[in-house]
C-alpha cells in the first residue's frame, strides 16, 4: 500500500498523494525530487515497481518476498537497491526484532518498502509534511536522513537491554529462578542476533561514505561517515552488552551453586553434630546387665553435660574452620 | 546412469533422449543448448565425459569418487566445473546430509551429476519437459536454475531443524534425559558441518556473481548474486541456530543440576529434621537408673510436644531461608 | 567553556586568554601557533567552531554531545579532526572508564574539547605557561605532546588494575565471597571495555605515524609512531591482564568448590564412621528375651573396645585413601 | 643412506643404482630424470647434496637435522626446497605423529630425504621400477605424484581416527573410566596439532597449483590444485572430527555426573525413607514410665503398619516427583 | 656499562676494548666492521649512542627505560633500530620471562644493549674473541648472528616448560592439591606471554628476510628466513604448549571431581546399608509390651542373621549396578 507519494517540483513546490501517472510523468522529466514509500506492499505497488520504475525484477521480488534479507546494497548503475536494518526491542519478551527497509535511490527519486510500520520512515514524513526544505538537498541527502532515523532508533532499544540487563543482574544475584536463566539466555540470544545484522549494515554504510557509488554526491559523504560513526558506537555498546550478559550468566550460575552449597552446609552442620550424640545416647541405651554408669546416681546429668560439650565443640571447630 | 539429456536446438525444438552419437554431433555446432543429467556414473557414462566432452580426467575423476568433496570451482577455460552441495535432513535422526552435485558448465551445454536422486535437479527436468523455455536464456542461466533450486531446498531443512530445536528446549526443560543430549550433541554437530559447508559454497557463487568466470554472461550475475545473497540469509541463520542449540544444551545442563538440587534439598529437609529429633528419642531411650523425667506423670507427652516444636521450628528456619 | 587560549606569534612571544576576536585574527594571519582548550562546551564555544574556525557541522556535533564517540580520525583537508580516549580507573569501584579528548589539528592551530577536565591537557598547558618553547614546533608536535601525555597515563592506570588483580586473586584464594566474584566480573569487563577501545585508538595513531595525513609533519611522524609503539604495549599489557583476570576467576571458582569439598569430607568422615557404631549400640539395645551377650560380666566392656576398633579402623582406612 | 638413485635417459631408458659419480654426470646434462631418495641422512648423504647438488647449506642443515619443521616451501631460483608432513596414525596409543619429507625439485632431478620409511614413496618407487613410464612426464610430475601419494596417506589415518572416536564414545557412555578421559583428550590433542599442521602444507600446495614458481609447469598446476582439493576435504574431515571429540568430551562429563546422581539419589531414597521411620521406632524404645501405647494389646502391630504405611507413601511421593 | 667494543679493520684485524674517541674514529671510515655491546646503560653509554652515532633520540629512549617494549623495528634509513626478546624460563617459579636485545644495526657496525646480561650475546662474543672471522661477513650477518643465537635459546626453554607440564599432569593425575592447580595456571599464563611475544617477533624476522630493508644484503635474507623458519618452529611447539596445559587443567579439574566422587560412593555405601539396618534393631528396642519375637528362643539370633542377609544383598545391588 503506498504510504506516501512526495513531489518536489524543481521550482520547489510539494506535491502530496501523487497518483501512478503522475509519478510516471514526474520521473522521466529527472528533474525536482520523488518519495515513494511503501508499506506492506500490493500487487499493484508491485506493479508501480516493476514497470513505472522499471527496477531489477529480483530488486522488486526482495521488496515483496517476506523472509528475512540481511543487509546488502545493489548497484543497477541507474539506481542503488538497499536493505537496512531497524530495530524493535520488545522488553516484556525480551526479543530483538529487526525490520526490514529496502530503499531504491537514484538521481531524482527514492523508493522506500517496508513490510510493518516504521517508526523513523513516518517521522520524516512528518517532519516533511511541516517543511518541505529537507527535500532540497537531493535524493542522497533525503536517504540518508531516512537511514540516520533508523540507526537513531537503536540507541533506545540498547539502553533498555542494558536496563534489562541490570534488572536480571539483581534477580540472579537475589532471587535465581529457572524464568531468571530463561530470560538470560533469550537476552543473550538477541543481543548476538544484533551483533550479527550490525556487521553487514556497518560495511554498507562504509561503502556509501567510501564514494564507492556514483549517486551519492561528495558533499553527502561525510554525513554517511556520520552515519557510519554511530553504527560504530552501537557495535561498541552492543560488545558491551554481550560482555554484560555473559558476566549475568556466570551470576546466575554462581548464585545458584552458592544457595546449594548453603543447603548443603545445614545439612553438614545438622548431620555432624547430632550423628555423635546419637550414638552416645545409643550405647547408654544398651541392655547389658553390667553397665556400671547407668547405677551412678548423677550418671544421666553427667552424660548429658558430656553431650552438650561434644555438641558445643563441635559447633565450633567448624565456625573456626569458616565452614558455618 | 544417463538421467536425460536434452537438446534445444537453434530453433527452439525440444529433443530428449538423445544417444552418445547425438550429443556429440549437437557439441561439435557450438549451437542449440544441450543438457545432460548422469545419476550414479556408470563407467559409459564416465566414457562419455571422458571422450565425448573431453573433460580433464580429474574432473571425470572427481565425478566418479564416492568421496566427500568439499564445494569447489575450477576454470578449464572452455568450461567451468563446479561442486556444490545440496542439503537433506533427516528429522527422526537429527543428521544433515550434504548431497554432492557436479556440474559442468560451457559455452551451449551442462553437465550434471550425482551420486543420489537430487530433488532440485529433477523438478529442473520436470518443468522443462512442460515448458522448453527454461532452456531458452542459454547454459549460465541453466545452470544457475539448478543451483537456485539447490540452494532452496536449504530453508525447509533449517526449518525443521528450527523446529527440532524448539522441541528439544521442551524437553530439556521438563523431561531432561540422556537421549535428549544425544539429540542436542548430534544437531550442534549438524549445524557445524553445514556451517563449514557454506562458506566455500557463498564464495563460489560470489566468485560466479562477480564476472570473475568470462562463461558467465553480464546478464546472468544478478541472478547469481540473488544466489549468494540466498546464502548469505541461510548462514545467517544457521548462526542463529548455533547459538539456538548453544542455548539449548546450558538449559539442559542446568535442568539435571536443577533436578538434582531438588532431589538434594529433600534430603537435607528430611535429614535435618529428623537428626535432632532421633536423638531426642535415643535419650529417653537410655537406661540409667536416675532419670527424673522418666517417672513424670506427662513426662512422655511433654516430650512428643518437645519433638513437635522443634521439628517445625526448624522446617520453619527452611522455609524463611527459602531453602526448600 | 573556554580553558584557555594561547598564541605563540611567529616572533615567539606567548599571547594567553585570547578574546573571540583576537583569535578570529591570529588565524587569518597562517602564521604562529594556537592553541584553544574548551571544557564541558558551552554555546558560545560551538559557536566559536562553527564560526570562527569554520569546523564542519558534524565534527562540532560530535564535540557537543555527550554521548560516547569512539575514537576516529576525519580528514577535512584543511584540518584533521580527532577522537582519542584517554582512560580513568576507579580502584574503589573497579571501573575503568574511558574520557574523550575531541582535538581540531589545523596548519597553525590546535583546538581541544573535553566533557571533564583531564590531567593530560592541564599538565600540558602548566608546560607550556612556564616555557613557551614547547609551541615553538608547530601544531603536530603540540597534538603529539597532548595526545602523548594522554596515552602516559595509561600505564598507572593498568598498574592499579594489575594490583587489584593480585589482591582479588588473595582473596579468592584465602576468603571467597560473593563480593569478590563480583569484583572479578567488574574489573574482566573493565580490562574488556579497555581492550577494546585500544584497537581503533591505535590503528589513528598508525596513521598518523604513516604519513597518510598531509598535516603530520614528515619529522613529527616517528613522534606518533613512538605513541604508536606505547599502545601496543598497554595493549600488550592488557591482554596479559586479562589472562590474570581469567586465571583469578578460575582460582576463586576452584577456591569455592574446594571449600565445599572440605565441608562433603568432614560430613562423610563423621558419619561413615558412627553410623556402624550406632548400629551396634542399636543392636545391644533390642528387648529380645535370650541374648547370650548382655549377660556376660564384661560384654558391655568388650562392645565398646570392639566399637573403639571399628571406629579407629574406619579412620585409618579413610587417611590411607587419602580421602581426609 | 642413499634408498635409490634412478635415471631416466633421454631415450627412456630407466637405470637404477647409480653411483655419485654417475649422479654428477647426468646432472651436468641437464636432460632426462634423476630421483635420488635418502633415508636417515648420513654424512656422505650430506656431502653428496653439498657439493654433487650444489643445494644451499641452509637446506641441506634442515635435511639433516632430526628436529621437527613445520612445513615450508623455499625458492633458490634453479630448485625449489619443500618440507612437507605425512602422517601416522598409532592407534593404541592415540597418537598422531607427522612425519617430514624433505624433498628439492630442479628442472631435471628430485632428490627426497627423510628420516623414517615412508610407505609413500616407497609405493612410488615401487611402481616406477615395474613401470619406468612414471618419469617421463618430468620432474614436477614426479614430485607430485609423491606428495600426493604422501596426502592420500591422510584419509586411512583419519577414517582411524574417527572409529576410536566412535569407540571412545561408546565407552564414555557405558562405562566412563579414568582412561577414557585421558584417551578422549591424547585424541583431541592429536587432532588440534593435526589441524596445526594441515594449514601450511595446504598454502604451500596453493602455491605451487597457482603457478607462483617457475619449476612448476602449467600442465602440472592442475594436478597440484587437486592436492589442494584433497588437502581441504583433509581439513574439513579433520573439523569434523575436532567436533566429534568435543562433543565426546561432553559425552563423558555428563556420564560421569549422571552416574553419580544416581548414586546421590539411591542415597536420598534409603535416607529419607528409613531416617523417619527410624525416629518413630526411636519413640517407643523411650523408657518412659507412662507411655499408654505400650500397654495396648496390638500397639506393636499398629505401630509397624504405620511405619509401613509411611514408607510407601514416602517412597510414591518420590515415585511421582520422578526423583527415583 | 659498556661490555666489549670490537673493531674489526679493513685489513681482517681485530682491535677490542676501544675507546670512545677510536669508535668515533672508525665509523667516520665507513670501513671495516664495528660492534659495541652495552649492558645496563649508563648516562656514559647513553651520551656515546646519542652523540657518537648519533642514534635518534627516541630509540635512545627505548634503551635507556627500563619499561617493557614489545618486540619492533624502526628503519632510520642509515640504521635499522630493532628490538628483539628472547626469553628465560625459572623451572622452580614457573615464570617465563622475556629479556630485551635493542639493536642498532648500520652499514659497518652494529650496537647492541640489554638491561640484564644475555646468554647469546656473550657466547657471540666469546666465539669471536677466539676466530674473528665471524665478523669478516659484515654487519647484517653479525646481528644475524646474535638474533639467532637469542632465537636458539628458546628451545630448551620450551623443553623445560613441556617437562614441568608432564610432570603437572602426573600431579594431577595423582595428587591433585591447590599448589598443582597454582602451578597449571602459572604455566598456562608464561605460555601465553609467550605466544604473544612471538608473533611480533616473528613478522619483524619476516620482514627482515623478505628484502623490506636496504641494509640486509640479499645473500643474508636467507639466513633471516632460516631465523623465521625456528620462529615458525617455536610458535607452533608454543602451541601445542598451550593444548598441552588446557588439556592438565582438565586432568587436575576431573580428578579433583573423581576423588570427591569416590568420597561420595563411600558415604552412600555406608549410610544406605547401615541406615536400613538400624532401623530393624530400632524396632526390637521398642518397649511394648506384646512383641511375640522378643520371647522367641532364637528370636535374636533370627534378626542378626536376617540383618546380614539385608546389608549382604544391598550391598551385592550396588555391586552389581557398579555403584562402588
Redesign the interface.
Known sequence: MMQCAFYLTPDGKLLDQLSKEQIGGFLATGEGLLWVDMEDLTSEDADLLSNTFCF?P?AVA?CISK????P?I?DFEDYLFLIVHGINYHIESEIVETTELACFLGKNYVVTSHDVPMRSVSSILDRIRKDERLMRRGADFLAHDIIDALVDNFMPAIEEMDEKNDQLEAEALHEPK?ET??SI?QL??SI??LT?VML?QREIVNGLSRGEYALINERAR??Y??IY?HL??VE??T??LR??AE?VL??Y??S?????????????L???I??????V???????????P????????FV??IV?AVIGISLAAY?RR?R?L
Chains 1, 2, 3, 4, 5 share one sequence.
Open positions: 531489477h529480483l526482495d523472509n528475512i534479507h540481511p546488502k545493489d529457572r536463566l530463561m539466555m543473550k540470544r548476538l542476533a550479527r553487514p561525510i554525513y561517515r556520520n560513526d560504530v558506537r561498541m555498546l560488545l558491551g560482555d554484560m558476566s556466570s551470576t550460575l554462581s545458584v551453586s552458592n544457595h546449594m552449597n548453603e543447603v548443603m552446609k545445614m545439612l553438614t545438622i548431620a555432624t547430632f550423628i555423635p550424640l546419637t550414638f545416647a545409643g550405647i547408654y541405651g544398651m541392655n547389658f546387665a553390667n553397665m554408669e547407668l547405677e551412678w546416681r548423677y550418671g544421666y552424660i548429658l553431650m567448624f574452620r565452614w
